[in-house]
């Protein structure tokens, strides 16, 4: 019981990672990424990529979450950029374009075989008479770090409070002499360095393969509507909610996990349809 | 120099596919005026506004600002100029405080809050700023509200925030929607009172369906019927005008 726990808060904790930049980019700009998955990708081969080199785990992960960081900012500036305003499934069909080019590209790099990677603390601890990896606990931490963080930023700072008027209103942020786009731009550029460090994170606890982002991004999609568009922290309790609801659903029968977040899904669209 | 023209418009149109909303109208007002621009629902008051403020792309004409071209310039821009509007619906930011909102009007003046440590995240809670954020919400008379969430505040009051948001911009023109949209009477009252208190301070250029409600506020009226502008000229010229109460009265909006 206490592992499927520990293992709920593990998923969680990685799928508030990946979706909180998702999150804004779809609270603020309207644009459902697909890039998204991309990025979570590279940033997991990244990782595989540069540690072998640098030897030193932290080191690795710092590399690949900045390491994204050139990439997200020619996807904002060619792409995103340009799907301003336009309808949603323009906005689908562009991203997917984007995700399927990048898809390739890994491909041609490090083939399409799965990669082992092991666990980079390779300790367990003991709680309450279970075994517990000290390395998902740290995965646990670590989102809950970014949380408050992002919750600081938000609440204390000026450019924060630009973006939280952003979410609610950009046309009246505009019309208030700020250049909204520079604030969704910043915004982009740390959502998918959080994408990033989402892959690397999760690599270890799977394996590194191109499609690694798909699964993730449509668990992340479920995320982000049952804890409301561009609600940070709806996206939050979201994201710990699914992760439990997956842990303890896939205890019981393997398959049935995935299944049971897109049910939550569905019934919180009957709840709450969004319109966009 | 008050009779320099500050704003512009020469033969500025736009059309929604067939239907012309706004048709050919040049408009002008002088630096430090009080003018109004009233009409039925459906005249084009506010599309003309938004080709003003730079929310629509006129599909002919030209709009000047101090005798500059500002056509196509992006709204945020025109701010920066001096053009700052408000909106028919209440444009505030109902998930901050009242005081909050007044932060991103502020935000242009970070550089002159003392902080200069990078990535320190407090200065929206600085004293600075809360003081500099205080100072804006008494102009309006709402600075006792400041730690209340905005949706909590009545729509008079939203309005007196968005003004105030409004004037920490330091307009040239204020560029009004309908102020007085959906106040109750008192707070009608209450708003015109305001807006009279900045006549003379700064341009005021006001939208408004009925003309009892600004006759004593504007010094020039401009009448906009099915897109055009069909009359300029004093407020009392205009109300005894016998064309335009015939086409306004018979339009059945008062």
């Given at each position: 019981?206490?592992?499927?726990?520990?293992?709920?808060?593990?998923?969680?904790?990685?799928?508030?990672?990946?979706?909180?930049?998702?999150?804004?980019?779809?609270?603020?700009m309207?644009?459902?990424?697909?890039?998204?998955?991309l990025i979570?990708?590279?940033?997991?081969?990244?990782?595989?990529?540069?540690?072998?080199?640098?030897?030193?785990?932290?080191?690795?992960?710092?590399?690949?979450?900045?390491?994204?960081?050139?990439?997200?900012?020619?996807i904002?500036?060619f792409?995103?950029?340009?799907?301003?305003?336009?309808s949603?499934?323009?906005?689908?069909?562009?991203?997917?374009?984007?995700?399927?080019?990048?898809?390739?590209?890994?491909?041609?790099?490090?083939?399409s075989?799965?990669?082992?990677?092991?666990?980079?603390?390779?300790?367990?601890?003991?709680?309450?008479?279970?075994?517990?990896?000290?390395?998902?606990?740290?995965v646990?931490?670590?989102?809950?770090?970014?949380?408050?963080?992002?919750?600081?930023?938000?609440?204390?700072?000026?450019?924060?409070k630009?973006?939280?008027?952003?979410?609610?209103d950009?046309?009246t942020?505009?019309?208030?002499?700020?250049?909204?786009?520079?604030?969704?731009?910043?915004?982009?550029i740390i959502?998918?360095?959080?994408?990033a460090?989402?892959?690397?994170l999760?690599?270890?606890?799977?394996?590194?393969?191109?499609y690694?982002?798909?699964?993730?991004?449509?668990?992340?999609?479920?995320v982000?509507?049952?804890?409301?568009?561009?609600?940070?922290?709806g996206?939050?309790?979201?994201?710990?909610?699914?992760?439990?609801?997956m842990?303890?659903?896939?205890?019981w029968?393997g398959?049935?996990?995935?299944?049971?977040?897109?049910?939550?899904?569905?019934?919180?669209?009957?709840?709450?349809?969004?319109?966009i | 120099?008050?009779?320099?023209?500050?704003?512009?418009?020469?033969?500025?149109?736009?059309?929604?596919?067939?239907?012309?909303?706004v048709?050919?109208?040049?408009?002008?007002?002088?630096?430090?005026?009080?003018?109004?621009?009233?009409?039925?629902?459906?005249?084009?008051k506010?599309?003309?506004?938004?080709?003003?403020?730079?929310?629509?792309?006129?599909?002919?004409?030209a709009?000047?600002?101090?005798?500059?071209?500002?056509?196509?310039?992006?709204?945020?821009?025109?701010?920066?100029?001096?053009?700052?509007?408000?909106?028919?619906?209440?444009?505030?930011?109902?998930?901050?405080?009242?005081?909050?909102?007044?932060?991103?009007?502020?935000?242009?003046?970070r550089?002159q809050?003392?902080?200069?440590r990078?990535?320190?995240?407090?200065?929206?809670?600085?004293?600075e700023v809360?003081?500099?954020?205080?100072?804006?919400?008494?102009?309006?008379?709402?600075?006792?509200?400041?730690?209340?969430?905005?949706?909590?505040?009545?729509?008079?009051?939203?309005r007196?925030?968005e003004?105030?948001?409004a004037?920490?911009?330091?307009?040239?023109?204020?560029?009004?929607?309908?102020?007085?949209?959906?106040?109750s009477?008192v707070?009608?009252?209450?708003?015109?009172?305001?807006?009279?208190?900045?006549?003379?301070?700064?341009?005021?250029?006001?939208?408004?369906?009925?003309?009892?409600?600004?006759?004593?506020?504007?010094?020039?009226?401009?009448v906009?019927?099915?897109?055009?502008?069909?009359?300029?000229?004093?407020?009392l010229?205009?109300i005894?005008?016998?064309?335009?109460?015939?086409?306004?009265?018979?339009?059945?909006?008062?």
């Amino acid at each position: 019981m206490i592992s499927v726990i520990a293992y709920g808060l593990t998923l969680g904790g990685i799928l508030y990672i990946i979706s909180i930049g998702f999150s804004f980019t779809f609270g603020t700009m309207k644009i459902v990424n697909y890039a998204h998955a991309l990025i979570f990708t590279i940033g997991g081969y990244i990782l595989y990529a540069t540690l072998p080199r640098i030897g030193f785990y932290p080191a690795a992960v710092l590399a690949a979450t900045l390491g994204v960081i050139p990439i997200a900012f020619i996807i904002e500036r060619f792409v995103i950029r340009n799907l301003y305003g336009e309808s949603v499934d323009l906005t689908i069909i562009a991203t997917y374009a984007v995700f399927l080019i990048g898809l390739d590209v890994l491909k041609w790099i490090w083939g399409s075989n799965p990669l082992q990677m092991s666990d980079p603390i390779n300790k367990t601890f003991t709680f309450l008479g279970t075994e517990l990896p000290v390395y998902r606990m740290a995965v646990i931490v670590i989102a809950l770090a970014l949380a408050i963080l992002i919750e600081i930023f938000l609440q204390r700072s000026m450019a924060g409070k630009i973006v939280i008027a952003g979410l609610e209103d950009k046309e009246t942020v505009r019309g208030l002499g700020i250049s909204v786009q520079r604030y969704f731009t910043m915004v982009f550029i740390i959502g998918s360095a959080l994408a990033a460090l989402g892959g690397v994170l999760y690599a270890p606890i799977t394996v590194v393969e191109p499609y690694m982002g798909f699964q993730i991004l449509m668990l992340s999609f479920a995320v982000v509507i049952v804890g409301g568009l561009g609600n940070w922290r709806g996206t939050f309790v979201a994201a710990f909610f699914l992760g439990m609801v997956m842990s303890v659903t896939g205890r019981w029968w393997g398959p049935a996990s995935e299944v049971a977040v897109f049910a939550i899904l569905a019934v919180s669209l009957l709840i709450h349809p969004i319109d966009i | 120099m008050p009779s320099q023209p500050i704003l512009e418009t020469r033969d500025l149109s736009i059309a929604f596919g067939e239907y012309k909303a706004v048709d050919k109208v040049d408009f002008l007002i002088n630096t430090g005026d009080c003018a109004g621009i009233i009409g039925p629902n459906g005249a084009g008051k506010s599309t003309f506004f938004n080709m003003l403020t730079g929310m629509y792309t006129p599909t002919a004409g030209a709009v000047f600002y101090q005798g500059v071209n500002i056509t196509r310039l992006p709204v945020e821009k025109r701010v920066a100029l001096g053009m700052v509007r408000t909106f028919q619906l209440v444009s505030v930011f109902d998930s901050l405080t009242v005081l909050q909102n007044m932060i991103p009007p502020v935000d242009r003046f970070r550089r002159q809050y003392a902080n200069k440590r990078l990535f320190y995240f407090g200065e929206a809670e600085s004293p600075e700023v809360v003081e500099c954020c205080r100072t804006w919400l008494a102009k309006v008379g709402i600075e006792k509200r400041g730690r209340e969430m905005t949706a909590n505040l009545s729509y008079g009051e939203k309005r007196k925030l968005e003004i105030a948001m409004a004037l920490s911009l330091e307009p040239k023109i204020l560029l009004l929607d309908e102020p007085l949209a959906g106040l109750s009477d008192v707070e009608i009252k209450d708003v015109l009172g305001l807006i009279g208190g900045l006549r003379g301070k700064f341009t005021i250029l006001l939208i408004e369906h009925k003309i009892s409600q600004i006759q004593n506020l504007v010094r020039r009226l401009s009448v906009m019927h099915e897109g055009r502008m069909i009359a300029q000229g004093e407020p009392l010229e205009i109300i005894h005008d016998r064309e335009i109460r015939r086409i306004y009265w018979g339009a059945g909006a008062e």
